[in-house]
């Protein structure tokens, strides 16, 4: 016995003929439905059916006169809307004037069975001005197709104020297997949800570059800092704007502040590289106002969380939805930014969306403090003077001796320690990051602690038990450490940054390393530092103060950033590591000790000279006069 299968095509219905029908036809036929297409004249259904045949579809080999209406088992032509009977759904392109078009959807409308779902491909027109108020059916909704310069399309569907809600999720799947997504709009913005965030931040890109950036500098933040899969021009082709209208003046390093468009003034001892004019421009300043139209459209109920945050992902390929980047940013940025340019512009968009301003109320920041438009696990210890906040995989450790510029005295030597030693133990942290509470990283050593010690003894005892135990343990940390420079750094505090694997400056920091104006010696400032550049040799001698800028061109600083992003780039930086392989990563930073570990013989050789300093009078003379100055400098 022979068993004959056949297989049974679903059915969808094409309303129109032209390039718009075309394409939908081509996608529909490519995911495996029987498309039926129809139009006003064999002559214009001939055409639609040549352009087909000519494209990318199954039947690109059929060639010869078309005058049936089956053309294939996967595509009949007809002019007739009663085709249309037993289709599943039909996409509504006819294209034709808005009030030819409203009569032909009604006509669609008319000729279709109870189950059939209508969706009116919509381009500038809205879906109102398409449906007759004679036709109020629950099957009607519109349909917007975003298409990225990437191939992506996304089906944007529009909730026809009383779409049934079983039309609208038939649709949708349909969207999901043709398309590959969707989003549910309800409201018609008449340009798309889509189009319209990519628009605000396209105009914001073309506002900086006005100010002088160049687009290299922007399409780094876009690819590396917020790890886009594209840069700005694809932002701006994708939205349909041009940058033509760009004129740019002086450039940003040259005299001008840049407050205009989110540039921050811009650290004129530094070269204007590519790299780190990127991290002079504020990401809250380039997606602030797209950020704020998604909050108001969650907040009115016009598109669901779920929605606002996989629109951008899908549409462009983002690696997060912008919900989620405005979480990774910190909300209390991104509304800063937003007053700082509504102060300037007066432009309504910049007017904070008040979903953003009651989170901000209730203290939800974002990643930062565990909620925001999201929920994140974040968790928080204390060992002594220092504060370890868990933040799934990677976790910022906080000296909190703010009153005292967190100066380094035993307690939080220890703390470090045993902060360290558990981040180094969590299997869910990757990368660790250290900074300082206030104003201060760290003032260094606390010279008040050393003006108690009696001696060499009361100095060894206190590098055995305290410093050399964390100076080991970060020579050997097993895990990425990224030292968050957030003010000044001197004498230890600056020492500390030198055994990070990258250290964050915010612009105004100032480093110093004045040990030999105290009458001690910088263990690791001799070492690791002069490794790094000899350079550091005058600071080390002078115990001169030197800027973020001076730091950075002497090796001990990798990154440059404006304060306020000194913690998005934190959040940036761990993104960027957790994409990577573990594995990876971890046998990186194991092969980085190895390369490292030559040096410990001259650190010890170090650490043993400023014990053996401590013991003379000079030491306890220069401290006493250094704690003088200091009370005289700070009423």
């Known amino acids: 016995m022979v068993l004959l299968v056949v297989r049974v095509m679903r059915k969808l219905g094409i309303s129109g003929t032209g390039e718009n029908a075309s394409r939908i036809a081509a996608s529909c036929m490519k995911a495996g439905f029987q498309v039926i297409i129809c139009g006003k004249s064999w002559k214009d259904l001939r055409a639609c059916a040549s352009l087909l045949l000519k494209g990318d579809s199954p039947f690109e080999n059929m060639s010869g006169k078309i005058d049936t209406q089956r ?25 034709f004037s808005v009030p030819e078009r409203r009569q032909w959807v009604e006509r669609v409308v008319r000729s279709t069975g109870a189950d059939t779902v209508v969706a009116v491909a919509l381009g500038s027109d809205r879906l109102n001005e398409l449906v007759g108020s004679g036709l109020d059916s629950p099957r009607i909704m519109g349909v917007r197709f975003f298409r990225s310069s990437h191939g992506r399309t996304v089906a944007e569907i529009v909730d026809g104020n009383g779409t049934d809600g079983a039309a609208l999720k038939k649709i949708a799947t349909l969207a999901d297997s043709i398309w590959g997504g969707h ?5 018609d913005s008449g340009e798309g949800i889509i189009q319209s965030m990519g628009r605000m931040i396209a105009m914001e ?5 006005r100010d002088g950036v160049p687009q290299e500098v922007l399409d780094r933040v876009f690819r590396t800092r917020l790890g886009f899969p594209h840069g700005s021009g694809d932002i701006m082709e994708c939205s349909n704007t041009s940058p033509d209208s760009v004129h ?21 001892e530094l070269p204007p590289t590519t790299e780190l004019l990127s991290y002079m421009v504020n990401p809250a300043r380039l997606l602030g106002s797209s950020i704020n139209m998604a909050a108001g459209l969650v907040r009115t109920g ?3 969380l779920e929605d606002a945050e996989r629109a951008m992902v899908m549409a462009l390929g983002w690696p997060a939805g912008i919900l989620s980047m405005a979480d990774r940013i910190g909300l209390d940025s991104i509304a800063a930014e937003l007053k700082r340019m509504h102060d300037q512009t007066g432009d309504t968009c910049y007017i904070l969306d008040p979903l953003i301003e009651g989170m901000l109320k209730e203290g939800k920041t974002g990643e930062m403090c565990g909620e925001g438009f999201f929920s994140y696990p974040v968790t928080h210890s204390e060992f002594g003077s220092v504060k370890l906040d868990r933040m799934g995989n990677h976790c910022l450790i906080s000296m909190t001796r703010e009153r005292k510029l967190n100066s380094l005295d035993a307690g939080t030597w220890k703390g470090l320690k045993l902060a360290l030693e558990a981040a180094q133990q969590d299997p869910d942290i990757l990368t660790v990051f250290i900074t300082g509470s206030g104003r201060a ?21 206190w590098m055995n038990n305290y410093a050399r135990p964390l100076l080991d343990l970060l020579k050997t940390y097993s895990k990425p450490l990224v030292m968050l420079v957030n003010g000044l750094a001197y004498g230890g505090g600056c020492e500390l940054t030198m055994l990070a694997d990258i250290v964050v400056a915010a612009d105004d920091a100032l480093f110093a390393l004045p040990e030999d104006t105290i009458g001690a010696v910088p263990p690791v400032g001799t070492t690791y530092g002069m490794i790094v550049n000899r350079r550091i040799a005058r600071y080390l001698f002078t115990g001169e103060e030197f800027s973020a800028g001076e730091a950075m061109r002497l090796g001990l600083v990798d990154i440059v950033v404006p304060r306020a992003q000194v913690f998005m780039v934190m959040k940036e930086l761990a993104h960027s590591i957790s994409r990577n392989s573990r594995a990876s990563v971890l046998e990186t930073k194991r092969l980085i000790n190895m390369s490292t570990a030559q040096l410990e013989t001259l650190g010890r050789a170090g650490e043993d000279a400023l014990v053996s300093l401590a013991s003379s009078a000079a030491f306890r003379n220069s401290m006493q006069k250094f704690v003088s100055k200091r009370r005289r400098e700070d009423p």
Do not use: C, Y
């Open 183 to 187: 989003i549910t709009a309800r409201i």
């Open 248 to 268: 740019s003046g002086k450039p940003a390093w040259h005299g001008h502040d840049g407050t205009a468009h989110g540039v921050a003034g811009w650290n004129r």
């Open 302 to 304: 016009s598109l669901s």
């Open 441 to 461: 990283f760290s003032a260094g050593d606390d010279i008040d602690m050393m003006l108690q010690w009696q001696g060499s003894a009361d100095a060894a005892e």
């Open 205 to 209: 890109t073309l506002a900086i570059m």
């Open 71 to 95: 053309i294939s088992d996967g595509l009949i032509l007809s002019t007739e809307a009663a085709a249309f009977a037993d289709v599943e759904a039909v996409f509504e392109a006819s294209g």
